[in-house]
């Protein structure tokens, strides 16, 4: 990132005491979203129908945010300037495909429509998935090339994956539509691995980070991406200060700067997936399958933490 980029983020970036609105603020990103987002300075405003916001919001509100008048109402009782939207069903298969696609696809259209219709928002940060890309397909997937980018063609395959582009389209649509009065972006975070999960507790797969190392095959679907929910937070921050800078709908990736794999990928990832291994060549090390550069390049950020710094030795 180049001294101008830095100078103008800086000059963008939200003031202290600026209230954000995040939609699922008791999920395992949510919750470190809104703790970063805290101990920034800002008023955290966090909408979950679940418990588990951390003390640290300045509300919550437990809203159906799939009915679009409740979206309005949240929007309207608090007038946040910013939003991040992380509200959704979390992984795929975990309820059905019907629900899932409804339940993802209409949260991002409510958040966006009321957004739009309320004038104190400024900037929207939508979450999307890797898994748009289409790996781990049933019957067969290969990447163009590695590392893997955002401009790497998408081939979602199941409602999940399908429901995340759709809301990456969505917030497109509200950008062309309302031009620039409201700034979107959306991330594509890595494989969530939240704090209590380095010391043994369950991640979304429900396995533990233990297993995932000793066992490849069970991160080898979805190339071995992972990144720290305090790193992604840090990201969400970093992204709604950089937002004016950027072009009106950005995607990005956020991952660790390291695969979730014990071997280096170049040597791990053509016995799991040997489509790519025309491709691996590219990945020397430990790097990732996935590349964050874009979100070095534009934003400066950079992911601090590792499983290797990270784990529990005694997990």
């Known amino acids: 990132m180049n001294e101008n980029t830095t100078t103008a983020i800086a000059e963008s970036a939200l003031e202290p005491g600026t209230r954000i609105l995040v939609t699922g603020s008791a999920g395992r990103l949510g919750r470190s979203v809104v703790t970063a987002l805290a101990e920034a300075g800002h008023e955290v405003i966090g909408v979950d129908p679940a418990p588990g916001t951390p003390a640290a919001a300045a509300a919550v509100l437990p809203a159906d945010l799939t009915d679009l008048g409740e979206a309005f109402e949240a929007m309207a009782r608090f007038r946040p300037r ?102 979107y972006a959306a991330l594509r975070p890595c494989f969530v691995v939240a704090p209590e999960e380095w010391h043994g507790a369950p991640t979304q797969s429900g396995h533990r980070i233990g297993e995932r190392l000793d066992r490849p ?35 990005f990736f956020a991952g660790a700067a390291d695969a979730l794999a014990r071997e280096p990928l170049a040597e791990l990832l053509p016995r799991h997936l040997p489509a790519a291994a025309p491709h691996c060549a590219a990945l020397s090390g430990t790097a990732p399958a996935f590349s964050s550069a874009k979100a070095e390049a534009l934003l400066g950020w950079r992911p601090k933490r590792s499983w290797r710094t990270e784990l529990s030795t005694e997990v």
């Not at 980018?149 to 509200?174: C, G, I, Q």
């Open 217 to 251: 095959e069970l991160g080898g679907m979805s190339l071995f991406n992972y990144i720290d929910a305090r790193d992604a937070a840090e990201f969400v921050r970093c992204l709604l200060d950089g937002l004016p800078t950027l072009a009106n709908g950005e995607v």
């Open 82 to 183: 910013a939003v991040v939207h992380l509200a959704a069903i979390a992984t795929p298969f975990s309820r059905t495909d019907a629900y899932t696609y409804r339940v993802n696809t209409q949260l991002a259209f409510n958040m966006c429509e009321a957004a739009a219709h309320c004038g104190d928002v400024e900037r929207v940060v939508l979450a999307s998935s890797p898994t748009v890309i289409g790996y781990g397909a049933p019957h067969g997937w290969a990447p163009s090339y590695l590392p893997l980018d955002e401009e790497h063609p998408v081939a979602p395959w199941n409602a999940y994956s399908l429901s995340k582009l759709a809301a990456e389209h969505t917030m497109r649509m509200f950008a062309a539509a309302h031009g620039d009065r409201v700034r």
